[in-house]
Each structure stands twice: as C-alpha cells, then as structure tokens.
C-alpha cells in the first residue's frame, strides 16, 4: 500500500459515477439503431417503443399487475416532485431523511409545499434513522438506498401492511439492483441512469392501488403545474401508464433503456442484476476489509449499499487536519485516479464527508472493480506522500 509505484492493471472501464452510470457490458451506439428518430412518440411505433419499456420494466423488476408504470419528465427528481405536490396533505407526513436527496424532500415539503403537520426523522450520514419512530397513520417520505451516503434500508419489515398513510419511496438507485417489496410501498421512483446505465431525463413513477385511490378521491389545496397532472375530472389519466407520457420523450433514450432492459432480461433478471451488484459490492468490501485507511461511511453492515458505496477516509494523519485541509486531500485523490484514466466521477457527493463514492450497480464489471482497488491505494499514498512533504 505504501508504494507510490503505478500498479500495473488498469479497469477496461474506469466509468465508476453513481450517475448517469457505466453502460452495460458490451454496449456501442450500434444498440441504438432501431431508434425511432424523427418520430412522434404519438405515433404507432413511439407508442409501441413507451409501451414496451413499460412491460419489460414490469417484468424484469418483477412489479405486480396491480401496480401501475408510467414514464414522466425530469428523471427521479420529476417522479417524486409529482408524487409529493400531487398525494400528500391529506394526513400529516413524515419525512425519513439521511442523506441529501432525502434531505431535500424534507425541503419540499417544509418549506416549498409548507404542510403544518409534518415530522422529520433524520440521521447523519452513515448512519440510518430509527425507523421505529415512524408513524404510519402519516404519510411516509423515504429514500430506500442513500446514493449519497451509501446508507440503505436492509428490507421493507420496518413498513406494517395495515398502514393508513401511503409510503412513498425514492428507489432511484436501488431499483434493479436490490429487492423492493411492492406490497409495501404504495409509490415507487427511479430513473433509467442508474443501475441500468441509461440516459438522462426521464423518470418512473409506480403506483400501488392505495396511491392511485388518493389520487382519485384527494385534491390538493394548491395548482398543480400540467406536468404534475395525473388526473382528470376526479380519475387517473390512464395513458400516462400506457406510454401516453404528459411531454415529449427522448426516443433514443427509450431506445438506450429498451436495449439495457433486454440485457438485463437475458443475464437473468432481476435475481442476476442482485447478483453482479453484490458481487461488485464484494470487491469493496475486501478491500475495505484489509485498508488500514478506508472504512465503509455506512457503519451497519446490513445497511451497507450494493449500488453507491461510499468510503471515509480513517487515516489518523488525514483525520487530524480541518475540514478543508480534508477535502482538498479527498479530491486530489479523485484527480489523481482521473488523470490516469483508471476512475472518473467517484469522489463523494458535495454534502457527503470527504472520501471516495464508487459506482458497483450491475452494469460494472467485477474485474474493473478489482483492477481499481491498488490505484485507490496507489492516489493514497501520492496524497500522503505529498502532505508529509508540505509539512
């Protein structure tokens, strides 16, 4: 670990961001080919392309008939913006926050949407909530995997069957790649650039029974903009769940998901894409395992991510410096693996600790995974080395 000399293999796909996310193995723009450009995606052949996303979506992530799928606009952040300006005020809320994006839903809803009956149940990062607190009488706000802290819920147990609120749950970066138990959650997000390495821009929204009776029989207090709409004189907009989408969608996107979502169905499904996850995971974790510097940021192993691992920095040296001092040390890691060409995009998120985030979703390769472990040893020590010599 000491050695500042280059290790000698390199990743063949040094594409480690947490989003948008590695492509699946063997992709080319060849994929794309029978792309319906210059299309209406009103038009037989766009509406057959939405439709068939759909379907493959409910058959590789194993969603139940009694669930609808729909694509809306502006990614994962487009999907739970709809849910929560469209389904919450009609019972007060609670918001399970631990991680950025979870912390800006408790923005939305405190400050944006200004609900008066509202309770935040929050935990630093690496650390998740006391779930026991939850009152499902509320409404309930929650991320299942914290993209940004690595912090996850290990299962839905915590989520009682005879609950009276509606759980709302942002899986953008645990759908596909960890076990989402549907009979629990009433409101499903993610977006097609996560764990399937699509591209941006288009979320999806899944609604249980009990979601979409809320819809049908609750009206918000406030206007709700044309692209939050999923309702019309008191019933749910149907086509939005049959590839009718509320506004133009990108067909080569749909194209690149379609090709991603075929692959997926022919390496197994759903059990396989866990699979990969949690043998690229593994790789992390051993090299965690025998790091005198690196820790996992998530500090409960059953809460640990599959997709989005995050990792502190626990050298004693790297610890005694100020807060500055270690994010300068964390980034000119992250420039250092850059330069190389070895990783791009793992450093971690802005309002993360200092430290490394490393993409392990099923579209990466374990191979790739285990080639990068030395070259996160090797930027340490450059780092190390470098602030012993400014000393």
């Known amino acids: 670990m000491t050695t500042l000399d280059a290790p000698g293999l390199r990743p063949a796909n040094p594409n480690f961001s947490s989003g948008p ?24 052949i766009g509406k057959s392309k939405l439709a068939r996303a759909i379907d493959l979506t409910r058959e590789v992530l194993q969603v139940p008939e009694t669930h609808r799928i729909g694509i809306v606009p502006a990614s994962d952040t487009g999907a739970v913006e709809m849910t929560l300006w469209s389904l919450l005020g009609a019972r007060g809320v609670d918001m399970v926050a631990w991680e950025s994006f979870g912390l800006g839903w408790v923005t939305d809803v405190i400050k ?137 969608p990108s067909l080569l996107c749909v194209e690149d998901y379609l090709d991603a979502l075929e692959w997926a169905k022919s390496i197994g499904g759903l059990d396989a894409l866990i699979t990969r996850a949690d043998a690229n995971f593994a790789v992390i974790d051993r090299f965690v395992a025998a790091s005198a510097w690196a820790a996992h940021l998530a500090e409960q192993p059953e809460t640990r991510s599959n997709t989005s691992v995050c990792l502190s920095i626990v ?12 994010a300068v040390f964390a980034k000119g890691m992250v420039l250092l693996l850059d330069k190389e060409g070895v990783a791009f995009d793992i450093g971690a998120y802005r309002d993360a600790p200092p430290g490394l985030r490393i993409w392990a979703g099923a579209t990466v390769e374990a191979s790739d995974l285990e080639a990068l472990m030395p070259w996160l040893d090797w930027a340490f020590a450059r780092q190390k080395a470098a602030l012993k010599a400014a000393a």
């Open 112 to 248: 944006q949407l200004k609900l008066p009956d509202v309770r935040k149940i929050e935990a630093e990062y690496g650390k998740l909530p006391d779930l026991s607190q939850i009152d499902f009488d509320h409404d309930v706000v929650f991320t299942w995997n914290g993209t940004t802290s690595g912090v996850r819920v290990p299962n839905a147990d915590f989520i009682p069957a005879d609950r009276k609120g509606l759980t709302i749950c942002d899986a953008t970066s645990a759908a596909f790649a960890q076990r989402l138990d549907f009979e629990k959650l009433d409101v499903v997000t993610f977006s097609w650039q996560k764990v399937l390495g699509g591209e941006a821009a288009h979320g999806m929204l899944i609604l249980g029974p009990r979601a979409v009776e809320r819809l049908e029989t609750y009206t918000p207090a406030w206007p709700l903009p044309k692209i939050f709409r999923m309702t019309k004189g008191g019933k749910l907009i149907e086509g939005i769940f049959k590839g009718e989408t509320i506004n133009t």
């Open 21 to 44: 996310c590695a492509k699946r193995p063997g992709w080319s723009l060849e994929a794309l080919r029978d792309a319906a450009l210059g299309r209406s995606h009103r038009a037989k």
């Open 315 to 326: 050298d004693p040296e790297f610890q005694a410096l100020d807060a500055e001092a270690q």
